[in-house]
């Protein structure tokens, strides 16, 4: 089984991205423990900001590394 996710945001808007988020973390398997989103940054950064102010109880923190066109969600494990 997985251990990550990938979601890709392009072509939505803020709001569709939001919806899709909310969706996929409603359905996440319980063995999901990343989630890669790619938002990208270089047509401007609606989604970006949608992405990083995104708050969930699942989400356990948020990793911005050096590829700024993406997101990765640490999912808290369930005990």
Known sequence: ??????IDLHGHTSESARKLLTDTMKK?????????????????TALQSTVRNFKHPKIERKIIGLNHGSTIFLIKTEP
């Open 1 to 6: 089984m997985p251990y990550a996710i990938e």
């Open 28 to 44: 996440l398997p319980k063995n999901i423990r990343e989630i890669n989103v790619i938002h990208g940054y270089r047509g401007g």
